[in-house]
C-alpha cells in the first residue's frame, strides 16, 4: 500500500487512462486484496471522479470515465405537456395492463377473478393492518405471493405518479440530468423505474441508465416482469437487473458508482430502528453521488412518518451533506424536526380498473388508494439551494422564534409556504416556517379577509418564500401553536427570483 489515499491514488492513476482495469490498479497500489473487496472500498472515490464500473471476465472489473452530463431542458412544451397528464390523474393504460398480466401469470387465473381479488382485498387489509400499528409490533411486508400484488393493486400506481410529479420538480430546479446515472434503493417492484419510463416517453431529451437494489426475491420477480416489458423499444433507457441485498448493508455491497440521483421512496419508515441508524444509512449512500448529484427522500404524509423524515434527514447532515429543499434556512439555523410536519399534495388519481373491480359499489374508501400526498428532503453534497436567500441583517421582519413577545401585535415576518392549504372553505391556513421557530407557526387568511394585496399567500406553490406584513401575532393554546393572521390590510408578497414577477 501506498501511503496516499484511495481518492488521491485513483486520481493519480485515471488521469492519464479513459479506463482500465481495477486488477491493474491493485498492482500497484493495493497487491494481495481481493478485487470485490477492493472495488466496495473504491465506491466513494470512483464516485467523487466519476468513475464508473463494470464487470470484466470472471473475476475483474473495468473502471471508466463518465462524461459530466449536460443539464436537462426545462423547454416549456414538454414539461407542461407531462404535467398535464399528471394532473389529469390517468394511470397509463400499458402499465395497468401489464399488472394485470402479471397477476393472471402469477395466479393462474384472470386478473379479475372473484377468487383473485377477493385473496387480494385480504392482503391490502392486512397490509392496512401492519401499517398502522406501532412500536415493534409494526412489522410491514409484502415478499410473498398476494402481498407483492395487493402492492401492485393498492400501492403502485400512486406510488409511480408521485415520482413522476418529483422528477417534473427536479427538472424545474435543474438538479436532473439530461442523461442521468439513478440509484432506486428499495425499488420493490420496480415504481421508480417505471415512472423513470413514464418520464422519458414524456420528454424525448431525457435518458437514463437505471440501478436498483431490492432484497425481496418476490418484489424482484414482479421487477422483472413489469419494468423491461414497460421499456421495450425504449432506446434512451438503460435497465440493469436489480441487485439482491439489503440497504442496510450498503457499505459491503457491489453498488454503482458515480450516481446523478439516489432515490429512497417510502423505503425508511419501513425499517426498524432508530433516527440516527437510518441516518447513518443515507450518509453512507450519499458516498455514491457524483458531483453534483442529489439524494432524494420521500415518506407518507401522515405526522409519524413526515416528522421522522425531518430527523432523519438532522441526523444525515453533515460538512459533506445538506439540504437543497424544501427547507430553506434563510436565518442560518434549522427549526426543530420533531415538530415539523410538512407535506406535499398533489391531483388525486383515477381509479385504475383492478381498484374499481376490488372496490365494487360500495368499498372505494377501502380498496381504492388514489390520494397523492407525500413529504419530501433531496440533500446534495454541495452548496445548491433552492432559495439561496438569506434575510439582510437589518431586513424589517422579525424572526418566528421571537412571536412570543408579539402576540396581539401586527409585525412583518418573512419565510416558507410548507404546506398546501390545509384550512376549510371559510379559511385559508397554511403551515409557515423560516427555521428559527420553536413551536409550530401557520398563516391564516379568512375567506372574507383577502384581497388583492393578500392572495398571492394562495397561489404560493410549496416552499416558496414570501414576505407577510402587517399580519396579527396570536397564539393558539389548544394546538401550541402561533398563527399570523392575514388580513384586507396585510401584504403577502414573493421573496427572491418570483419577486419581480408579482403582479399587483
Known sequence: MTGTGPLQELRHYSSSREEFLLSEFAAGFHPGIEL?????????????????????????????????????????????????????GIVDEDLQALIEQYIGQVTGRDWDDPVVLQRIRAAIMQQKGQYWKEGKA????????????????????????????????????????????????????????????????????????????????????????????????????????????????????PLPSSIDLIVLQNVLNELPGSAGQKGAIVTSLSRLLAPGGSLLITEPADRENSTGLRITVADALGADLRIHSPCSFIRGRRCRPDTCWSFVAQSSLRPTRLMQRLSGEYEAYRFQNTDIKYSYAVLVRDSRKRHPYTVPKHAPFLPLFSLSKHTGKRVNV????MSGDIGDAGTHVFLFCDGTQNRPVYAILPGYHRSPENQYLLAAPYSALVELRQVLVRYNQKYQAFNLLVSRTSQVRPVGPNRDDFIQ
Open 36 to 88: 470485490p473487496a477492493l472495488l466496495t472500498t473504491l465506491l466513494p472515490a470512483l464516485s467523487r471522479l466519476r468513475l464508473g464500473w463494470r464487470k470484466e471476465g470472471s473475476g475483474d472489473f473495468r473502471i471508466f470515465t463518465i462524461p459530466v452530463p449536460e443539464p436537462l431542458s426545462t423547454a416549456e412544451e414538454p414539461v407542461k405537456r407531462a404535467e398535464t397528464r399528471l394532473v389529469s
Open 138 to 253: 409494526r412489522k410491514i411486508g409484502y415478499r410473498k405471493g398476494y402481498a407483492v400484488l395487493a402492492y401492485l393493486a393498492y400501492h403502485a400506481p400512486v406510488y409511480v405518479a408521485q415520482f413522476s410529479h418529483l422528477l417534473l420538480m427536479l427538472t424545474r430546479d435543474r438538479l436532473l440530468p439530461a442523461r442521468a446515472r439513478i440509484l432506486d434503493v428499495g425499488t420493490g417492484p420496480g415504481v421508480v423505474p417505471l415512472a423513470v419510463t413514464w418520464f422519458a416517453k414524456m420528454l424525448p431529451g431525457f435518458s437514463a441508465e437505471i440501478f436498483s437494489l431490492e432484497r425481496s426475491e418476490s418484489f424482484i420477480e414482479a421487477y422483472r416482469f413489469l419494468v423491461p416489458r414497460y421499456a421495450a423499444g425504449m432506446d434512451s433507457l438503460t435497465i440493469h437487473p436489480p441487485l439482491q441485498g439489503d440497504l442496510r448493508d450498503a457499505d459491503s455491497l
Open 414 to 417: 418573512i419565510g416558507a409556504v
